[in-house]
């Protein structure tokens, strides 16, 4: 069992940063693959960034790449998505999310656990 918990939300200015982090509990922390996804009002959950079990590969959609990078430090159990050049359209909750396998997936069906959700709110 593994509890999520976000925090770093907020309202910001287009072209502001953020950074939101993620506390896990659990000792496999450092053994599964990690994950931040967004949820805007009446839209579906989306896939923002993606980190295998030691950090040593990431992944991106073409909406975020360059912009946001997704980093964990498994000694503290924490895992971070730094946000760049913020956009109003990348207002939503976003939420961390845990997958029992090492390797790296996008889908919101691979993630096992899920955060509470932080808000970001991007005004232009």
């Known amino acids: 069992q593994v509890q999520l918990a976000e925090s770093g939300g907020g309202l910001v200015q287009a072209g502001d940063s953020l950074t939101l982090s993620c506390t896990a509990s659990g000792r496999m922390f450092s053994n599964y693959a990690m994950g931040w996804f967004h949820q805007a009002p009446g839209k579906e959950r989306g896939f923002v960034a993606a980190i295998r079990s030691n950090g040593g590969k990431t992944a991106y959609p073409d909406s975020v790449k360059g912009r946001f990078t997704i980093s964990r430090d498994n000694a503290k159990n924490m895992l971070y998505l730094q946000m760049n050049s913020l956009k109003p359209e990348d207002t939503a909750v976003y939420y961390c999310?845990?997958?029992?396998?090492?390797?790296?997936?996008?889908?919101?069906?691979?993630?096992?656990?899920w955060g509470q959700g932080t808000q970001v709110t991007v005004s232009s």
């Open positions: 999310a845990a997958s029992t396998e090492p390797e790296i997936v996008v889908l919101p069906s691979d993630f096992d656990y």
